[in-house]
């Protein structure tokens, strides 16, 4: 059964340092998202990603993120200067479709990011 | 705007016993509601959905869920608890014109005594 996968599974950085988490949605799903869990809280909507595009995104998103599919199957989320505050798990989703009408997010099994 | 509440951020049950998780969602348009289910150290498991169909959904391993509009309530049933039901469940949300855009609740823990 197709899956998301995510890489890596944790990622441990310093503050200040830029880092890049990687997605590889299922292979014929045309969106794309970013979620954001911090330990012990809620799932928390980032930014959804079609056509190369930015279709929305939360007030979490902000200058220092950033989204990217650089090539046919990778989608990476870039954070530029962590924070102690960005620690948290983040999940990488995908859908065949979106908009009016439902579409089954699949979700990864999200990257443990740890700033230290 | 959105928004999901769940009572109980921690429930047991006994094995065998019923299962219910409380949700209640805030919308201005009929929404569209998920469960999903986090096991340990996994991702996000998609229970069941309603997308405006049948009032009362069934999903995996047992759940069922009924959309009650007049109560803005969603909650989750199981009829006899399993061991390997113990988790973290979500209760979540979305609606037009971001049906893209999931609104998850805080999430209960639910503990299966044996």
């Known amino acids: 059964e197709p899956e998301v996968t995510q890489t890596p599974s944790h990622q441990v950085t310093q503050m200040g340092q830029e880092v890049i988490l990687r997605c590889v949605p299922i292979?014929?799903?045309?969106?794309f998202y970013w979620y954001r869990q911090i330990l012990g809280q809620k799932v928390e909507f980032l930014v959804s990603f079609y056509n190369n595009e930015i279709s929305e995104k939360s007030e979490i998103f902000d200058d220092q993120f950033s989204v990217e599919r650089p090539d046919g199957s990778n989608f990476t989320l870039k954070i530029r200067s962590t924070k102690l505050e960005d620690s948290a798990m983040y999940f990488c989703?995908?859908?065949?479709?979106?908009?009016?009408?439902?579409?089954?997010?699949?979700f990864g099994p999200g990257t443990r990011l740890t700033v230290l | 705007a959105q928004s999901v509440t769940q009572l109980g951020s921690h429930v047991s049950v006994s094995e065998g016993a019923l299962v219910l998780l409380r949700c209640n969602y805030s919308?201005?348009?009929?929404?569209?509601l998920f469960w999903y289910v986090q096991y340990p150290n996994q991702g996000l498991q998609l229970l069941l959905k309603y997308t405006s169909a049948a009032t009362l959904v069934k999903g995996i391993n047992g759940f069922e869920a009924e959309f009650k509009k007049s109560e803005t309530s969603f909650h989750l049933t199981k009829p006899s608890a399993h061991m390997s039901d113990a988790a973290e469940y979500f209760c979540?949300?979305?609606?037009?014109?971001?049906?893209?855009?999931?609104?998850f609740g805080p999430g209960t823990s639910l503990s299966v005594i044996p």
């Open positions: 989703a995908s859908s065949e479709g979106a908009g009016s009408s439902y579409n089954e997010q699949f």
């Open positions: 292979s014929n799903h045309l969106y």
């Open positions: 979540a949300v979305s609606e037009i014109p971001s049906y893209d855009k999931v609104i």
């Open positions: 919308s201005s348009v009929p929404p569209y």
